[in-house]
């Protein structure tokens, strides 16, 4: 783990964002300065009262979250996905509602003002769409400089997409933003279908949730029930991949990859079939990935140890 450092979440509050959330809120070092929301496992104002309520449950009041991008830079939000997150986002599962509310600013806005406060210091995770990141570049064109690095839960390099053959669902979502993103000069570490996929949580990880006396533990273990029959189908048993969670252990160092090389990667935005996808650059492959000049993309392609382990004694902390 790094020193302590600031890090804004973006995010669509989904099943897996929410226990991307909970790891950062149990990481020790990590101080959460913010989470933004975007349309795309629900809408994003569905997604920011999933965080508040979320947050409530945690008691952690003092994050503030903010509505971002009800709909993608080009065309329409597709609708959100109920047979694998459930009709709320979170499986089913019903928190009690906070009283708390949103943040009288956009995603795009937060991230902005938390990059120029902390000038080199914030760094941005993304786990939905990035409508808020290409947003915030709009909004302050020197952006890049202002942030430390951005993780991108994302895209598939060497695997089929989860959307069509090529394409995942967080870069189909937004492929323009998700273009804009990946071609700003900042470090840019993408955690893909590659790696998050090889990565399961069980039906004894889901128990052990359940079993716990911590609130949110006991909630997320509730909400895995319909996440883990969804992937019945990928899997042929009942777990789920790690996506959201993992990235968001890449992010802040608690999980270290095995394979990541620094590549060129740009993103399909045509409307052809290739829409969505994210092109790597893994040519050097049987060379080791000699460096590529100018690439600042590290896609990371395996992870190191006990990945699920680890993601588990995180999250059951909270």
Do not use: K
Not at 35 to 56: F, H, I, K, Y
Not at 197 to 219: F, I
């Amino acid at each position: 783990m790094r020193p302590t450092e600031l890090l804004y979440l973006d995010c669509d509050t989904g099943i897996d964002d929410a226990m991307a959330l909970a790891y950062l809120l149990a990481s020790p070092g990590v101080t959460l300065a913010g989470v933004g929301t975007v349309s795309g496992n629900v809408d994003s104002a569905q997604a920011a009262r999933n965080t508040l309520d979320l947050l409530e449950l945690a008691g952690r009041t003092d994050i503030p979250v903010a509505v971002g991008a009800a709909v993608p830079l080009a065309g329409a939000y597709r609708g959100a996905v109920p047979h694998i997150h459930g009709t709320n986002g979170l499986g089913g599962a019903e928190l009690a509602r906070t009283e708390r509310e949103t943040a009288d600013e956009t995603a795009a806005e937060m991230i902005v003002r938390l990059a120029r406060a902390h000038p080199g210091r914030l760094r941005l995770l993304a786990t939905g769409p990035l409508t808020n990141l290409a947003t915030a570049l709009r909004l302050e064109p020197g952006l890049p400089a202002l942030v430390a690095d951005v993780t991108v839960m994302g895209g598939a390099a060497r695997v089929s997409g989860n959307v069509t053959p090529v394409a995942e669902a967080n870069i189909h979502g937004d492929p323009e933003a998700a273009a804009a993103v990946l071609a700003a000069p900042w470090d840019l570490t993408l955690v893909p279908l590659d790696v998050t996929l090889t990565h399961t949580l069980e039906e004894d990880h889901r128990q052990g949730l359940l079993d716990s006396e911590r609130p949110v533990a006991r909630a997320l273990g509730e909400m895995l029930d319909l996440y883990y029959g969804f992937y019945t189908d990928t899997y042929g048993r009942r777990c789920c991949a790690a996506h959201d969670p993992l990235a968001a252990a890449v992010a802040v160092g608690g999980i270290t990859p095995a394979l990541a090389p620094t590549v060129h990667v740009t993103v399909d935005a045509t409307d052809g079939p290739g829409r969505g996808q994210t092109i790597c650059d893994l040519r050097g492959v049987h060379r080791g990935f000699p460096a590529q000049p100018g690439a600042r993309c590290r896609v990371v392609l395996s992870a190191e140890g006990d990945v699920a382990g680890h993601l588990m004694e995180r999250i059951s902390a909270l």
